[in-house]
């Protein structure tokens, strides 16, 4: 068991994700697939779109193309970078499909070293928790530097206190109790990465320290739903406005928010 307070190497991280490209949307159709899309992305990205249709707008840690797939069919011109080339293939395979290839620019790259020009994007996004695998605080640092002054983020992060009741029902009392004094800042996730945590005060602080205003943050319990609901390839519209309606109301919450799987931040380039 891991118990290293630093991140993977990037390497190893890449390695990863070249591994699970060919089976990263195997729940793209599936109940949750499709409730990402509306918690992700008709109820969050959408709000803070450019309504500029040429405006810069960079999809980080973007994998398979599941958020720059709607922006290209829109009409943007979205740059979609990711780590692995294998999870780019997919992407573009995806886009080819749809014949928006020539919408995307596609680059490999870490986010924690990312090859822009200073104040270039007007929308940042980063979502499912790329900033907690890579090095947060360069990530956090090189968001900053590449967004144009009023430019909006929306980013992910993992969450300590879920991590740390992680742990603790796998009977990892030592690991929990260094999360909750904060003597730990890493933690396997549910997928088994090794990933930088968050409360929502280190998430706000990390931000707020590089010159970004932070407007809210969200809390993500999809991870709560069981594979008998989550992995349903058919299902009726009752449900799912039942599941999307307990996900709203709890992502807003502020009694629970801590407690999310993900944490996401919405914000403005001072």
Same mark, same amino acid.
């Given at each position: ?19 699970? !490209? ?12 499709? &409730? ?7 109820? +969050? ?22 958020? =720059? +797939?709607?922006?290209? $069919? ?25 014949? *928006?290839?020539?919408?995307?620019? %596609? ?12 104040? @270039? ?10 900033? !907690? =695998? ?19 983020? %929306? ?13 603790? @029902? ?9 999360? !909750? ?27 707020? $320290?590089?010159? =970004? ?8 319990? @999809? ?5 008998? *609901?989550?992995?349903?390839? $058919? ?5 799912? !406005? ?5 996900? &709203? ?7 629970? *928010?801590?407690?999310?799987?993900? +944490? @996401? ?6």
């Amino acid at each position: 068991m891991m118990t290293k307070n630093e991140p993977e190497s990037i390497e190893i991280v890449r390695k990863k994700y070249e591994k699970v !490209s060919e089976r990263f949307d195997r729940y793209e159709n599936a109940f949750i697939g499709n &409730l990402y899309n509306k918690l992700e992305w008709k109820s +969050l990205v959408e709000i803070y779109l450019p309504k500029d249709r040429n405006a810069r707008i960079l999809d980080a840690g973007g994998g398979t193309g599941r958020i =720059i +797939l709607p922006l290209a $069919k829109m009409g943007y011109k979205p740059i979609l970078l990711d780590v692995s080339s294998k999870m780019l293939n997919v992407a573009k395979e995806k886009l080819q499909k749809k014949r *928006i290839l020539n919408r995307v620019k %596609i680059v490999e790259a870490d986010i924690a070293s990312l090859p822009f020009s200073d104040e @270039t994007f007007d929308l940042v996004i980063c979502l499912h928790g790329p900033l !907690s =695998i890579a090095n947060s605080l360069k990530a956090c640092k090189e968001f900053s530097r590449i967004m144009k002054k009023g430019s909006k983020i %929306i980013v992910s992060a993992h969450s300590r206190y879920w991590a740390c009741m992680h742990e603790l @029902t796998l009977g990892h009392l030592e690991i929990a109790l260094k999360l !909750s004094n904060y003597e730990l800042d890493y933690a396997y996730d549910l997928y088994g990465d090794w990933c930088r945590v968050f409360s929502l005060e280190e998430l706000k602080e990390l931000f707020e $320290k590089n010159d =970004i205003k932070v407007f809210d943050i969200y809390g993500s319990f @999809t991870e709560l739903l069981p594979a008998r *609901i989550s992995e349903l390839s $058919k299902w009726d519209d009752k449900l799912f !406005s039942q599941v999307e309606k307990l996900m &709203l109301r709890l992502r807003e919450e502020p009694s629970v *928010i801590g407690m999310a799987f993900n +944490l @996401t931040l919405v914000g403005e380039k001072r």
